[in-house]
């Protein structure tokens, strides 16, 4: 029998058995290699703050609503990080094969049956090793962010929060000629983030605030953008005080509650800062119609595949899919060490 991660309750992950996949006209059948899990938007949901847990998202309206909640535990299936093998193919399908490796959003199940034009296209480019295929989404989440920052060649850039998608941001950035001054709480991740291509790193506990320093570094006229991805109201404060007037705060985080640490009556409004959102189901309206999600994961992989992005130094946890309990528990600690896990599921390469 296949197997799927589940949220059984609170703090309560499990790998439980689920019924196969029918394979039907115009899809194909992958079995899963490596799944990548979220540290941020799947924690939520590990911890109960998911706002679907507790609210109904009226598509319509586009509104949380009191009510029934969209999910109840226990809840199976989310991820959107995984690689895995096609092995059956409908016979209407002529443009992918038994034994292609794909990567793709089927979240964290042994198996899969998916619509071929879902995977169609997305085979892990020769000579890029299968595992980094996990991170196409969160490279896209990462592009997404920067481009919505709008930079150009020449401006300062401060990247507020050096986990996973972070890091990826602090590359993408440096690729495109913007100065970056990193911004995390743990030494680990600051140093990790020069490797990225970050100029200058800070202490997010800094005296005075990160904001502050980062005033200092850039002889206080402030950074041109920055790019919040903690999802700490805390951070995003700092990223506020970090921009120079008229500035722009790209706010990419999963931010949970009330934002009891983010002041508007300061900063914010004296500087006439910016607060723009960030969400992987769009891209940013100033580019039009030109890019899409589907392009935002393209255009990762190609420079994952010519070497531009190194994402080997952020698989911190390669677990087998049996301890996903375990996996999750790590995650939920937050130790600075701690940055992609991935679920490898059986019949993965040893």
Do not use: M
């Given at each position: 029998m296949p197997h799927i991660v589940q949220f059984s309750?609170?703090?309560?992950?499990?790998?439980?058995?689920?019924?196969?996949?029918?394979?039907?006209?115009?899809?194909?059948?992958?079995?899963?290699w490596y799944s990548g899990i979220s540290a941020g938007t799947e924690?939520?949901?590990?911890?109960?703050?998911?706002?679907?847990?507790?609210?109904?998202?009226?598509?319509?309206?586009?509104?949380?609503?009191?009510?029934?909640?969209?999910?109840?535990y226990p809840v199976a299936g989310w991820g959107y990080s995984e690689v895995g093998e096609v092995i059956e193919v409908a016979d209407d399908v002529d443009d992918l094969a038994p034994g292609?490796?794909?990567?793709?959003?089927?979240?964290?199940?042994?198996?899969?049956?998916?619509?071929?034009?879902?995977?169609?296209?997305?085979?892990?480019?020769?000579?890029?090793?299968p595992l980094h295929g996990i991170f196409a989404?969160?490279?896209?989440?990462?592009?997404?962010?920067?481009?919505?920052?709008?930079?150009?060649?020449?401006?300062?850039?401060?990247?507020?929060?050096?986990?996973?998608?972070g890091l990826l941001a602090t590359r993408l950035a440096d690729l495109s000629g913007t100065r970056v001054i990193a911004v995390d709480g743990f030494e680990a991740r600051r140093e990790l983030a020069v490797r990225m291509g970050a100029h200058d790193v800070v202490a997010a506990d800094t005296p005075g605030g990160a904001g502050r320093q980062i005033r200092l570094l850039t002889d206080y006229q402030g950074v041109d953008t920055a790019i919040e991805l903690s999802?700490?109201?805390?951070?995003?404060?700092?990223?506020?005080r970090s921009v120079g007037t008229d500035g722009r705060v790209i706010a990419a985080g999963f931010y949970q509650g009330g934002g009891e640490h983010l002041l508007l009556g300061e900063e914010f409004h004296h500087n006439r800062v910016q607060i723009i959102a960030s969400q992987i189901g769009g891209t940013p309206a100033h580019l039009g119609a030109r890019w899409t999600p589907a392009r935002l994961v393209t255009v990762f992989m190609d420079?994952?595949?010519?070497?531009?992005?190194?994402?080997?130094?952020?698989?911190?946890?390669?677990?087998?899919a049996s301890d996903v309990a375990e996996a999750f528990r790590r995650l939920d600690e937050g130790a600075?060490?701690?940055?992609?896990?991935?679920?490898?599921?059986?019949?993965?390469?040893a």
């Open positions: 309750a609170p703090k309560l992950v499990e790998l439980v058995e689920c019924e196969q996949q029918t394979l039907a006209p115009g899809t194909v059948r992958i079995r899963t924690l939520t949901a590990y911890r109960g703050s998911n706002p679907y847990l507790s609210k109904s998202w009226d598509v319509a309206q586009r509104l949380f609503t009191e009510g029934a909640p969209a999910f109840s292609d490796v794909v990567y793709g959003i089927w979240g964290h199940r042994s198996e899969a049956v998916l619509p071929a034009p879902a995977v169609s296209g997305r085979q892990i480019p020769e000579g890029t090793e989404r969160v490279g896209a989440i990462a592009l997404n962010a920067v481009l919505g920052a709008n930079l150009h060649l020449g401006e300062d850039l401060a990247v507020f929060g050096q986990g996973v998608i999802g700490n109201y805390r951070a995003l404060h700092e990223a506020v420079q994952l595949a010519a070497g531009r992005v190194d994402v080997a130094p952020l698989i911190s946890d390669v677990l087998d600075p060490q701690t940055l992609q896990t991935v679920l490898r599921f059986e019949g993965a390469p």
